[in-house]
């Protein structure tokens, strides 16, 4: 189980704001006899040589944003390829925005981003948004938190990741969270996601190829995400 698929976490020495970084070490709680590879961002990512099963990169300052985007465009023909040939992305925080078309400075200066996906960020540093979110992907019910200073705009309508029936999408004027594109997931709910949502956890290990009877802590993961979802719905 696990024992032949591979992992790589893209940059964990900063991208991991809001504890992100868990997810990671819970995936391993869950999958200990997968490979996980953890990129530094002087190191060339593995996706570029090796097969790998699944990529993550989690929320980061606006700072590195930028290095980030500069660091990754190379490669952009192969994160295409990669999500086309089914690959599992799981992107979380901002990192969502660097797969735009660009991302907005309150002084209307633009920063060019990867261009997979047709939305585009707009910064309000003054500004920060802070909010809980429950919303529907698939069948499974997400639970989770937000704290951005940008939101994104565009069309999502065909990609979307989850739609919202408590909290905001990929801005304040939609309900339509983040970007779902085969098997490339990305969302500015934070938490970490796949702590907070054990049935979701279980669903991306599905998409990774590994068949698994019981994630980590599976009963006690469940009793807290029932007892979340039951208190944010009525929040």
């Not at 992992?7 to 809001?18: D, M, Q, R, S, V």
């Not at 980061?60 to 089914?86: F, G, H, S």
């Not at 969270?177 to 970490?192: D, L, S």
């Not at 949502?197 to 669903?203: E, G, M, S």
Request: hydrophobic share 40%; aromatic share 12%; net charge negative.
């Amino acid at each position: 189980m696990g024992n032949n698929k591979k992992l790589e976490i893209l940059f964990p020495e900063f991208c991991n704001l809001f504890g992100d970084i868990s997810n990671i070490t819970y995936l391993k709680k869950c999958l200990p006899e997968a490979t996980f590879y953890e990129t530094a961002f002087d190191q060339e990512p593995k996706f570029v040589k090796e097969d790998v099963d699944f990529i993550y990169i989690g929320p980061m300052t606006e700072k590195r944003q930028e290095k980030v985007i500069e660091k990754l465009k190379p490669y952009t023909e192969l994160i295409e390829e990669l999500i086309d040939k089914n690959v599992v992305f799981l992107v979380t925080g901002n990192a969502i925005e660097i797969f735009g078309q660009y991302i907005q400075n309150e002084d209307k200066t633009k920063i060019k981003g990867l261009n997979i996906f047709p939305i585009y960020a707009k910064r309000d540093m003054l500004h920060r948004h802070n909010s809980i979110f429950v919303g529907t992907f698939e069948e499974i019910e997400i639970v989770g938190f937000k704290s951005q200073f940008t939101f994104s705009y565009g069309i999502n309508n065909n990609i979307y990741f989850a739609e919202a029936s408590k909290g905001i999408g990929i801005n304040p004027q939609s309900k339509l969270e983040g970007i779902r594109k085969n098997n490339f997931i990305a969302t500015y709910v934070i938490g970490p996601i796949l702590i907070l949502n054990p049935l979701f956890t279980k669903r991306m290990i599905e998409l990774i190829g590994i068949d698994i009877e019981k994630i980590a802590f599976e009963e006690d993961a469940l009793k807290a995400y029932q007892q979340r979802l039951k208190e944010l719905k009525h929040l």
